[in-house]
């Protein structure tokens, strides 16, 4: 074996794992490449490029019973730089080791082996770096071929001798297996015996033994160099001369071998000529072939086509065809419920057909052919046909249902019952033509603008009837006392308290009107749009209160047409919203009137009891906060005209209750506490217990429409005589805080005018206390009120000098006006209790009346003690205990 390199042994443990567990005896690194006939680089590069690979020589040791075998693998670089297989050759199909000649360098070789599939496909190139590794592994093959197949390969391009030499010089002892019964034995042969195993490997024993036969043949006797070279120039002579000689003998036969050959060229030239002849023949033959193939392809051909175009034509005439049932029914036949299934087969029929003579479905070189066109006008005849006879059959159906039910008098509220309007029977009927309606739409769209005008027609007469006996069943059947609507109103008798009887049964017949009719038009507008075949999803909202959505859903799977809802994108968003439109006109059509009756029941509540208006609005909120805006449209818009209608009666009443209160100012004049103040606490009382849902803001409005008319008409009743003014100020923001103190407490509007009303309180008190105060001491607050003018453009102790404010001023005020006191107080005490008429109030007047009074006279004690010093002067106690005493 060759001396290995460090590099060498790395590489064959690198190949041991890729070559599954066989010993690797030799592996080499090569260049594949791959060259068609010899000719490198003639076709694409990118096929022909050198890839690098790795070859091993392996061996796997025999097993009992088993013979060795002998492997070669190519091995390639994956994409992490590990070896893997590519191909494996078994040693023992190995027939040759090629030298490929085109290399001057002797390191390509070539591998031929006897069990490849395609011999006509050039076997791989292999480019070693280097003739040592070439050597190496040609030698480790030959080894391996001789000791385990027992055969070598023929070796073409390499010199034998070179390579003997080059084993003599690299191999320093080869490693060989014999085998025995126990297993393979190793044993080192020396540089000699390795020797004669290179050259016994390189010519075979037949091939030497040939050698020496043919050398021993030849008895040269060769002495000396210019002897054997002289006697090698006399045997050239003589065979030169021999062979003149013979050449001379030959004329005669050569000149017949020339006559033979003129012969042969004649009759060669003849030949050629026979073949021209037979040639141009052959070419007439094969023209006159072609052209008959060429007219027999062109009448298969043109058979095919024929068959073709036959069956086609086949198919058009299939579609033009008009069968006679389908005929009868749609140009004549009868609508009756029996016969629907027939009607609607022939239908789905003429849609089809029509469908199929249009451009998508049909061949557009069909489209202008005159039987299409004929039979395209002949279908749109019967079209037309049809649809007009359906149209009015079914005008004339809308018409005679409702005609019957309206004549039967069963169907709508009586003399002390109430019906609850049914039509579960008419949908029944109706549901009968929903496919009739729908191939009608996909057959003339416009045809069914007629037809939802009559629906509506009709089936408004119906609804109107049934509201008009229904509300005024419900109106005769309901007992309520009815309560007064003059509840401010001024007048010169004692208040009578307003009648206080229980009007609830109002309010319940208002909410059974809306219980009973609300989702019946809810549903009678979901069945109308789907019936009608309006492109729009279902009307009934997630949000609906509970009793709307049970009503609705009681006929929820009656109602299904299976009419299939819109997706919601773009086009189709555009399309729903005109077809909302649409429906939300027919919808007016179909329930237009009935508000007429709800607004009867509206006005006879209000009649009865104005204050329930507030529960009515509350009741109106709820199921209009479960309408969706954009479906059921009509019935939003008919609960908005309610409770704009309620709300126009209540503000009604609270006109008039202002007008009541207005009133007050054109009597007599008042003293004391006015009559609206306590009455308008028993109505908030009453008004607050009417309130549902969302009617506070109705209710607040009222309040601050009617405080602020109170406290306007108030402020205008206390001017009429300005020497009391205070005081009927100050009694009537004081019975106004006590009617509504619990109110106030709950109801914020309320709590915002109590305050009002507290502030004006407290300003008509301080007015009316300081006038009772400035009426019993005036001198003293005058004198006081004169040193502090003062007090701005002087100095205090220029005050006493002043005309008027001299020391000898301050004892005669001083003098006449506290001489007395407790005159001058008792007196002030009465003139507060005289004009005062709520006695309740007298206490904390005068308590605040006796604190306005001392903070004044402590406020003058501090100035005239300040300037006029050293002056007797009553002290603010003894007045604070004077006031105590009293």
Not at 108 to 133: A, C, K, Y
């Amino acid at each position: 074996m060759a001396i290995s390199k460090p590099d060498d042994e790395e590489l064959r443990r690198a190949c041991e794992p890729a070559v599954g567990g066989e010993k690797v005896v030799v592996a080499v690194r090569v260049a594949k490449s791959r060259s068609i006939l010899g000719k490198a680089g003639r076709f694409g590069l990118r096929r022909n490029m050198a890839k690098p690979r790795v070859l091993a020589l392996t061996t796997t040791h025999p097993s009992k019973g088993q013979s060795p075998k002998a492997h070669l693998h190519v091995l390639k670089y994956s994409s992490g730089g590990v070896l893997e297989p590519a191909k494996l050759y078994k040693l023992r199909h190995l027939t040759k080791v090629e030298v490929v000649p085109n290399d001057n360098s002797g390191c390509t070789f070539m591998l031929g082996f006897d069990n490849l599939r395609s011999q006509s496909v050039t076997p791989p190139q292999w480019t070693m770096r280097n003739i040592d590794d070439r050597n190496r592994l040609l030698f480790g093959v030959l080894n391996v071929c001789k000791e385990i197949t027992g055969h070598l390969p023929k070796v073409v391009g390499i010199d034998v001798v070179e390579m003997a030499i080059w084993a003599k010089e690299n191999i320093p002892a080869v490693i060989n297996e014999a085998k025995n019964l126990d297993g393979p034995v190793a044993y080192v042969m020396t540089q000699t015996e390795s020797q004669v195993t290179v050259e016994r490997e390189l010519v075979s024993q037949a091939e030497e033994e040939d050698m020496e036969a043919l050398l021993g043949t030849y008895l040269m006797g060769i002495g000396e160099a210019e002897a054997f070279s002289e006697r090698l120039k006399r045997e050239l002579h003589a065979l030169e001369a021999a062979n003149v000689h013979s050449v001379l003998e030959s004329e005669p036969l050569v000149q017949k071998v020339l006559q033979g050959l003129e012969a042969v060229s004649v009759s060669v030239e003849d030949m050629d000529e026979w073949l021209r002849i037979f040639n141009m023949k052959l070419r007439h033959m094969r023209e006159d072939i072609q052209s008959i193939e060429s007219r027999n392809n062109k009448l298969e051909m043109q058979s095919l086509n024929d068959q073709t175009l036959i069956e086609e034509l086949d198919k058009v005439l299939e579609r033009l065809r008009i069968p006679s049932e389908f005929a009868a029914a749609l140009t004549g036949g009868s609508f009756d419920e029996a016969r629907m299934l027939k009607n609607v087969e022939a239908c789905e029929w003429l849609t089809g057909a029509i469908s199929s003579l249009e451009v998508p479905n049909l061949d557009p070189c069909y489209a202008n052919m005159r039987a299409v066109r004929e039979k395209r006008a002949e279908l749109e005849k019967l079209k037309v046909t049809f649809v007009r006879r359906a149209s009015e059959f079914l005008r004339n159906y809308f018409a005679s249902l409702v005609d019957f039910m309206i004549s039967d008098k069963s169907y709508f509220s009586q003399r002390g019952q109430l019906k609850r309007p049914d039509h579960a029977d008419l949908r029944y009927k109706c549901r009968t033509y929903a496919r009739l309606l729908q191939h009608l739409k996909s057959l003339d769209k416009n045809c069914l603008g007629p037809l939802r005008k009559a629906y509506c027609h009709s089936l408004n007469l119906l609804l109107r009837r049934e509201a008009r006996e229904f509300a005024n069943e419900l109106r005769a059947s309901t007992k309520a006392s009815r309560n007064p609507a003059v509840w401010l109103e001024a007048s010169t008798v004692p208040a009578q308290s307003p009648n206080n009887a229980d009007t609830s049964t109002v309010s319940e017949a208002y909410a059974k009107m809306l219980t009973i009719f609300i989702p019946l038009l809810v549903d009678e507008s979901s069945f109308f749009a789907h019936f009608m075949c309006f492109d729009v999803p279902a009307l009934v909202s997630p949000g609906t209160p509970s009793n709307i959505k049970r009503g609705a859903l009681d006929g929820a799977d009656d109602d299904d047409l299976g009419i299939m809802d819109l997706d919601e994108d773009d086009a189709e968003l555009n399309n729903i919203s005109s077809e909302f439109g649409a429906l939300n006109g027919a919808l007016q059509d179909l329930l237009d009137g009935i508000q007429e009756d709800f607004y009867a029941v509206v006005d006879w509540a209000y009649k009865i009891d104005p204050l329930r208006c507030i529960s009515m609005h509350g009741i109106t909120e709820r199921y209009l906060s479960g309408q969706k805006a954009d479906a059921a449209g009509f019935v939003r818009k008919l609960l908005d005209d309610l409770e704009s209608r309620i709300s126009m009666q209540f503000n009604k009443f609270v006109d008039e209750a202002c007008h009541q209160i207005e009133r007050n100012e054109r009597t007599v004049r008042q003293m004391g506490v006015l009559s609206y103040i306590p009455r308008f606490a028993t109505l908030a009382t009453r008004m607050e217990q009417y309130i549902q849902g969302q009617s506070r803001d109705l209710v607040d409005q009222a309040y601050t429409k009617l405080v602020s008319i109170m406290f306007s008409t108030l402020e205008k009743i206390a001017q009429t005589d300005p020497r009391y003014a205070d005081i009927v100020l100050l009694e009537n923001y004081a019975a106004f805080q006590n009617s509504l103190y619990d109110l106030a407490n709950v109801v914020p509007t309320l709590a915002k005018f109590y305050h009002q009303a507290s502030e004006a309180y407290e300003q008509a008190c301080t007015r009316h206390i300081n006038v009772i105060i400035y009426i019993q001491f005036e001198r003293l607050f005058q004198f006081h009120r004169k040193i502090e003018d003062l007090m701005y453009t002087i100095t205090p102790e220029e005050i006493p000098f002043q005309l008027g404010l001299s020391k000898t001023d301050l004892r005669k005020m001083v003098k006449s006006s506290l001489s007395g006191v407790d005159k001058l107080i008792s007196a002030m005490y009465r003139k507060l209790q005289k004009n005062l008429t709520s006695e309740e109030l007298l206490p904390s007047l005068w308590d605040k009346c006796k604190k306005e009074f001392m903070d004044k006279y402590e406020s003058f004690v501090q100035l005239a003690v300040k300037i006029y010093q050293n002056e007797a002067i009553p002290s603010v106690t003894e007045m604070r205990d004077l006031l105590a005493s009293m």
